[in-house]
């Protein structure tokens, strides 16, 4: 498989109203390499929700953001520092999100956020919705976080 046959990185300070108008540009970019717009509607809310997630949780006002599109795969990515407890934390719900059946994993994450009021389902979204599999990297106080689509 090569990669990438068309890329994208961004380094921003994450504020609400730049994930809105990142996921509309990487939606609008996959569609302009030519990808259907069922996997650009993925892909542009796999954007969104690791976006969110890495905004939510960063220890520093700086993330990078990368979506590279392969030839059987598209990969989204978001690097932020964190904490080690905030690493710990994200070590324990990736490996409750990728348990099991993808839907029984979304379908507890929202039990969990009812029970609690804390949103935590993103993640188990991008899994279930656009069937990415999903990994994280550390390296000192970065972590990354990888989804990988089907294309």
Same mark, same amino acid.
């Given at each position: ?29 996959? *569609?302009?390499?030519? =990808?259907?717009? %069922? $996997? ?10 690791? /976006? #969110? ?36 934390? *994200?070590?324990?719900? =990736?490996?409750? %999100? $990728? ?10 994450? /929202? #039990? ?36 990988? *689509?089907?294309?």
């Amino acid at each position: 498989m090569s990669c990438p046959a068309a890329w994208i990185h961004i380094e921003l300070v994450p504020m609400w109203s730049h994930i809105k108008s990142l996921r509309h540009f990487v939606r609008d970019f996959c *569609l302009g390499v030519g =990808l259907p717009g %069922v $996997t650009a509607d993925q892909v542009a809310m796999t954007t969104s929700e690791l /976006l #969110e997630n890495a905004t939510k949780y960063a220890a520093a006002p700086h993330l990078r953001y990368k979506l590279r599109i392969c030839d059987g795969h598209v990969e989204v990515s978001v690097a932020n520092q964190a904490s080690s407890r905030q690493r710990r934390t *994200l070590r324990w719900f =990736l490996e409750e %999100v $990728t348990r099991g059946d993808p839907l029984d994993a979304y379908l507890r994450c /929202l #039990e969990r956020q009812g029970d609690s009021g804390v949103s935590q389902s993103g993640l188990a979204r991008i899994r279930y919705e656009a069937g990415a599999t999903l990994s994280a990297t550390e390296q000192g106080d970065e972590v990354t976080v990888l989804a990988r *689509l089907p294309r």
